[in-house]
């Protein structure tokens, strides 16, 4: 991260704390760590924001978005699925 920058918290699935932070980074560096909650910024936009966000995100999933998708499980093998996805 350069310095005066901002590192955006928003997602937890591994369940994990966010951990290996340099705190003389964020001392004399002027380095941030800020947690971002979607649902409570959602009601900060207006319904033409929100709109043009949705455009710009459904655009950049039709041309740059991409995910690999490392297995797939029937409705029947769920628990391995869930088991495969925590080892991984």
């Not at 932070?21 to 941030?32: C, S, V």
């Not at 760590?33 to 936009?45: C, S």
């Not at 966000?53 to 978005?65: F, I």
Request: net charge positive; proline share 3%.
């Amino acid at each position: 991260m350069p310095p005066k920058s901002t590192a955006m918290v928003y997602g937890l699935l591994s369940g994990q704390a966010v951990s290996n932070i340099n705190g003389a980074h964020l001392i004399f560096q002027d380095k941030r760590i800020r947690g971002f909650h979607l649902m409570k910024w959602f009601p900060l936009k207006n319904n033409w924001e929100l709109y043009s966000l949705w455009k710009t995100c459904a655009e950049m999933v039709r041309t740059t978005l991409s995910s690999k998708i490392s297995n797939v499980f029937e409705y029947e093998n769920a628990v391995e699925g869930i088991e495969y996805y925590l080892k991984n």
